[in-house]
């Protein structure tokens, strides 16, 4: 099996713009396929527990009203016995105070003050009666009002009460789904990316496969020939092994894409980043050495070959210095090429186009 280094870059930008939109409950590509295709059931089935949620909360607004209805109608009677023995209590202690006999005057003055008080203390506790009796159950008759117009409104109202209810979640499922459908061409791009990597990790241990190839140029590489000034460059996969390096492009397109013109064109994109990767690998940097095995002849020369793999359709035409397969093609185009190099100079190679990737930005003064 082949030795993968980094993740493929299309994955990457999908979970990077997933993170930005505050996205976290996919963790592979796989969920975020599985997620789109079953957006409609996922839909459908979030409603209708809303729908039975509200059922639920019907049944149980029932019961708790029954059970309020009791404890309302015990707290009433508890209280009238509570106020009515108060009453009787006054009462009785006026009776009683009117069937004495006061001995003197102080005695008197101070039974009829007794017994004013008595007569105005259950004047006033018959004039708040009732008022003493609905102030010990208005919290229960509050709770009782609320549990009862929400439980009308399910009633009356069963449709607009589960939209409700689903509102925010259904919204939040919208949200995702259409963050997603806007990030398809990664989708697609990350699929056809995983199904190279697959493919070529089914290479011997020999190979190096180095994913998600990303670095830019300060100041910019000049390409004499194409009067082109090289800011950056960014490659799916480099593979490098026994016959050199595959620099190698993945193209997940339909035949729609293929011939929509405004698609940057993939073969000028690698044969840029062909052109610096020579330059780096062949020493034309002086900042950058591959030491090599020495051949009594001279230096090595690393040869690169530029391949685009299309895994869903491939177009008829042929380009100039680029190879187009399919994915089918492309290991046996990779075991076609005689090995050249030894396995201490693969791995020379490989860290080396590790090294310049961790960089990200290279000085080329």
Request: a positive charge.
């Amino acid at each position: 099996m082949s030795r993968t280094y980094n993740t493929i870059g299309s994955l990457t930008t999908l979970k990077s713009r997933l993170d930005e939109n505050s996205i976290y409950d996919f963790k592979s590509l796989k969920e975020v396929i599985d997620f789109q295709s079953s957006f409609a059931i996922s839909r459908q089935q979030l409603i209708s527990q809303h729908k039975n949620q509200i059922e639920e909360e019907k049944n149980l607004l029932n019961v708790a009203l029954k059970n309020l209805d009791a404890e309302i109608e015990t707290q009433r009677q508890q209280t009238v016995q509570i106020l009515t023995g108060e009453i009787d209590n006054l009462k009785q202690r006026f009776n009683i105070s009117t069937n004495s006999i006061p001995t003197n005057l102080f005695r008197k003055i101070t039974k009829g003050l007794k017994l004013w008080d008595y007569k105005r203390k259950i004047k006033q506790k018959e004039k708040k009666f009732e008022s003493n009796v609905a102030t010990t159950i208005k919290h229960l008759i509050d709770i009782h009002q609320e549990k009862s117009n929400r439980y009308q409104f399910i009633t009356s109202n069963t449709d607009e009460a589960v939209k409700q209810s689903v509102y925010f979640p259904l919204s939040e499922l919208e949200r995702k789904k259409s963050i997603i459908d806007n990030l398809n061409s990664f989708i697609y791009g990350a699929l056809g990316e995983q199904k190279v990597v697959k493919t070529l990790e089914n290479l011997s241990d020999e190979y190096y496969l180095i994913n998600d190839f990303d670095v830019s140029f300060s100041p910019a590489i000049y390409n004499k020939q194409e009067n082109d000034y090289i800011k950056s460059v960014q490659i799916d996969h480099i593979l490098v092994g026994p016959s050199g390096i595959f620099l190698i492009e993945t193209k997940n397109w339909s035949e729609k894409s293929l011939e929509n013109l405004s698609l940057g064109s993939p073969v000028q994109q690698i044969k840029r980043t062909s052109f610096v990767l020579f330059k780096l690998l062949n020493n034309e940097m002086s900042k950058y050495h591959l030491c090599l095995d020495k051949h009594h002849w001279g230096d090595k020369k690393i040869s690169i070959r530029n391949l685009i793999v299309m895994t869903n359709t491939k177009p008829q035409e042929e380009f100039q210095y680029v190879k187009i397969l399919t994915l089918n093609e492309l290991l046996g185009y990779v075991n076609y090429f005689k090995p050249t190099f030894s396995s201490i100079e693969i791995k020379k190679i490989a860290d080396f186009i590790l090294s310049i990737n961790e960089q990200k930005v290279i000085e080329t003064r």
